[in-house]
């Protein structure tokens, strides 16, 4: 490399660029003979979902600063639109990747351990009449065709939704009509087999029986289609309600500009040019999908009960921890020396526990704690209502821009006030992650503060999955 050249080398790596990168390292692990089957599968419904919001955060803040025409280029060299192109091209190569090794390696896996997907072409006579049965009875009531023409414009599509763009004939020229394929049913049909683990996709059942949905019309096409919408928050933090900002951003959310274009591979040309007008859409928006539209499904088919078999086994957490072994009073234990937590291989509940226990001790004055993502049905929060029933100061910290949490950590704030306790939505300017949790309590010798801090977050759910190492600690009475 020659001296001029060497001055130009840029140290830096673009952050987009690296965290395709990663997503691909995730999809590596789906490639793994040596990983159970339904592991496989779990890791490949990751790169789907880690793609999905992928594109609903980081493309969509890289799309609207080329929409903005900003030219500066970032530390890694790229221009926005520079940047743009380069990620289509990778993320293109890495759907053709993702869905190689769903066709040619998960699939026939799957095959060997007696389980199949199958197409509509691929049914017996019984399985036909099976399914048949199965859209008369409960998907024809559920679906609703939404034609497409002068008097009745193109609908409003759900962010991530799954739906069939259906190039029907007219009198003069095509006409287009779209299904939504239900959310609120299962995605994979389990239909009747010689072992009982024949499955096929809910799309491919509609597409099998759109003749009926359409009997007074001429099919000339049919194909699945999905679109990503962009959903990064973006709030006035001057506001002087953070909590209503969050909430009319929510309702917007919804209907965000579109900004991938996923369409099943060997569509029709005319629905391809009708779907980019409707929803204003650049060719390099559009993804041509090889196999079956929105892997997550996987995610969810493997966490079936029927294959924990071909699972790893669930992992069983240490209850208690080495720390606390023995110890039958937690704020006798932490006062004798720091302890410390490492989950999920030690059990989450020593920290649910602590919190239920200064919920309920008569000397616990005060709570204050920080909350980024919690589960739907928390303990933690539950056991901070309970404190502030006891009659305990309660400060909680709710995350309100904690992202695709905002709605859940809204009702939660709100049960939070309800209870009585005091919550503050955030701070301006910052995103509140941090893990800690501070209970003041009277002691024989004057008050202490008892403190747990923690990376991750208070949620019970990912505590059994994600690593986490927390510490817990307390300070010598005021005054000693």
Known sequence: M????????????????????FN???????????????????????????????????????EDQVDSH?????????????????????????????????TRSVLPALKKSGIRFLKADELNESQKK?????????????????????????????????????????????????????GILTRFLNIPSEGGNDYILLENVIIYKLGELFELNEIRSACTFRITRSSDLDIDEDSDDLL????????KRKRGKPVRLELSRGHDYETELFLKEMLEIEDHQIYEIPGPLDLTFCSSFAS???????????????????????????????????RM??????????????????????????????????????????????????????TVLVELKARFDEENNIMWAK?????????????????????????????????????HMATGNYNDSTAKVYTDIGIFTCREPYGG
């Open 2 to 21: 020659s001296e001029k050249e060497e001055k130009h080398v840029i140290p830096y790596i673009n952050r987009e660029l690296s965290w395709v990168d």
């Open 24 to 62: 691909y390292r995730v999809l590596e692990e789906s490639f793994r003979k040596e990983n159970p089957i339904m592991e496989r599968m779990r890791f490949l419904g990751i790169t789907a979902s880690n793609l999905d919001e992928f594109f609903m955060v980081r493309v969509a803040g890289v």
């Open 70 to 102: 900003y030219f500066m280029r970032d530390l890694s060299g790229y221009t926005p639109a520079e940047l743009l192109l380069t990620l289509s091209q990778k993320i293109h190569s890495f759907i053709e990747k993702q869905y190689s090794c769903f």
């Open 130 to 182: 099976y399914i048949s049965e199965y859209f008369d009875k409960i998907l024809f009531p559920v679906l609703t065709p939404l034609a497409v023409d002068r008097s009745r414009p193109f609908p409003l599509l759900a962010n991530r939704s799954l739906n069939i763009a259906v190039r029907l004939k007219g009198e003069d020229e095509s006409y287009f009509a779209v299904v939504q394929v239900p």
């Open 244 to 251: 209503i900002e969050v909430q009319k951003f929510l309702k």
């Open 304 to 338: 079936m009960p029927k294959y924990e078999q071909f699972c790893y086994r669930p992992l069983q957490p240490v209850y208690p921890p080495s720390d606390f072994a023995d110890c039958d009073d937690i704020f006798k234990a932490i006062r004798e020396r720091d």
């Open 341 to 394: 937590v490492h989950h999920p291989y030690e059990s989450f509940e020593t920290v649910i526990d602590f919190v239920r226990t200064a919920a309920e001790d008569e000397n616990v004055l005060a709570i204050k704690q920080t909350l980024y993502r919690v589960s739907g049905h928390s303990p933690i929060v539950a056991a901070l209502i309970r404190a502030a029933e006891n009659g305990k100061q309660v």
């Open 415 to 451: 049960k939070l006030e309800e209870a009585g306790c005091h919550v503050i939505y955030g701070l301006v300017g910052l995103k509140t992650h941090c893990k800690i949790l501070l209970v003041v309590r009277r002691d024989e010798d004057g008050i202490r503060r008892y403190v």
